[in-house]
């Protein structure tokens, strides 16, 4: 990514300017739509690679056809207190439409009858089943290798008195 940014003079930023905590909006999403899905087992293999990018395909079509959301209409402060509103909920593909954005007939024909192909139950057993396969693979690599016993002996204070204290000076209190 940062090669082809380099190559294209386009500005690579990890964030966007003057937004300095976007970094809490990346890990909300993880946890929406990575920890709650998969969870928090390291993936490193490429049989879970490929099990994954099973799952992520499937998710798309669950999160881009079924899972309806509302986006912030209004924020208006009065004073302390802040009032929100939203507009009615709608999926994805729902706003897709509306929005008329699509001008071409045929990127509509396309949608809709991706749209009439999905089938929720199915869907979410298939996903259900990959995540199970998921864990399974990774539960059944290869535990970590035991890290060697630290010799305390060696690494034992000449001094153990002075284990905690900021200072050599004698406490007040005794």
Do not use: C, V
């Given at each position: 990514m940062f090669n082809y940014c380099k190559e294209n003079r386009i500005t690579f930023t990890r964030s966007r300017a003057g937004n300095k905590n976007d970094g809490a909006h990346v890990e909300q999403k993880n946890w929406t739509h990575v920890r709650e899905l998969v969870g928090y087992l390291r993936f490193d293999t490429d049989a879970e690679l490929e099990v994954l990018n099973e799952i992520w395909e499937?998710?798309?079509?669950?999160?881009?056809?079924l899972?309806?959301?509302q986006k912030l209409v209004l924020k208006k402060r009065d004073g302390a207190k802040v009032i929100k509103r939203y507009d009615r909920a709608q999926t994805?593909?729902?706003?897709?439409?509306?929005?008329g954005v699509l001008v071409d007939a045929e990127a509509r024909t396309r949608l809709s009858d991706a749209?009439?192909?999905v089938r929720p139950g199915e869907l979410?057993?298939?996903?259900?089943?990959l995540t199970t396969r998921l864990e399974r693979l990774a539960?059944?690599?290869?535990?970590?290798?035991v890290r060697p016993r630290v010799n305390r002996d060696f690494n034992a204070s000449r001094h153990p008195e002075l284990l905690g204290e900021a200072?050599?000076?004698?406490?007040r209190r005794s």
């Open positions: 499937l998710d798309r079509h669950f999160t881009n056809y899972l309806a959301n994805p593909f729902e706003r897709t439409m509306a929005s749209m009439e192909a979410s057993r298939a996903i259900g089943e539960l059944s690599k290869a535990a970590a290798p200072t050599t000076q004698p406490s």
